[in-house]
T-cell receptor, first 114, second 113 residues
Framework: KAGVTQTPRYLIKTRGQQVTLSCSPISGHRSVSWYQQTPGQGLQFLFEYFSETQRNKGNFPGRFSGRQFSNSRSEMNVSTLELGDSALYLC?????????????FGAGSRLTVL | SQKIEQNSEALNIQEGKTATLTCNYTNYSPAYLQWYRQDPGRGPVFLLLIRENEKEKRKERLKVTFDTTLKQSLFHITASQPADSATYLCALGGASNTGKLIFGQGTTLQVKP
């Protein structure tokens, strides 16, 4: 069973540019969540999509957006990049039910903003 | 605001000993708490989940306790091995059963042979 796949694994951008990150969840998982991980702030929740709808949103500016497709694959976009956006962006998928969401994470996309 | 605190400093122990990691939280009433392991350059991997009405959970060499009165969880690794060296993250989840978890900063464990 394939795990959560994130692409690209590494990317370098300059301030002001935009970036799109992709996430393919585990087959059958309809929930996809995105997290930002930095040394200073740790793992912070960005947003969650379920059945193509944003179900939850974290406390990030509107430059951070996402979407989910009918096959549950998800993308997140960051526009007008700032130096502080340099981070590891992690995608996680989960299977609904049982009253608790266990997340399966991908390896992450490491973004460096110069 | 909601806050989670884990041992901020790295934990260094000798192989064979029991490692105990702490997770304290404030301003939150989680429905469940999870522990994840993260190795350098990789995403976190789920280890254990404990619900608010449970006191203790075990899985092989791992044990987690959950005290909702103290607002604290303890994570134990018995008979620790160098392969257990990693960063361990605790995460709180609410009753809404979504992918939104609140993570602690993590504790880095180093097990020396």
């Amino acid at each position: 069973k394939a795990g959560v796949t994130q692409t690209p694994r590494y990317l370098i951008k300059t301030r002001g540019q935009q970036v799109t990150l992709s996430c393919s969840p585990i087959s059958g998982h309809r929930s996809v969540s995105w997290y930002q991980q930095t040394p200073g702030q740790g793992l912070q929740f960005l947003f969650e999509y379920f059945s193509e709808t944003q179900r939850n949103k974290g406390n990030f500016p509107g430059r951070f957006s996402g979407r989910q497709f009918s096959n549950s694959r998800s993308e997140m976009n960051v526009s007008t990049l700032e130096l502080g956006d340099s981070a590891l962006y992690l995608c996680a998928s989960s299977l609904e039910g049982a009253g608790a969401n266990v997340l399966t994470f991908g390896a992450g996309s490491r973004l460096t903003v110069l | 605001s909601q806050k989670i605190e884990q041992n901020s400093e790295a934990l260094n122990i000798q192989e064979g000993k029991t490692a105990t990691l702490t997770c304290n939280y404030t301003n939150y009433s989680p429905a469940y708490l999870q522990w994840y392991r993260q190795d350098p350059g990789r995403g976190p991997v789920f280890l254990l989940l404990i619900r608010e009405n449970e006191k203790e959970k075990r899985k092989e060499r791992l044990k987690v306790t959950f005290d909702t009165t103290l607002k604290q969880s303890l994570f134990h690794i018995t008979a620790s091995q160098p392969a257990d060296s990693a960063t361990y993250l605790c995460a709180l989840g609410g009753a809404s059963n979504t992918g939104k978890l609140i993570f602690g900063q993590g504790t880095t464990l180093q097990v020396k042979p």
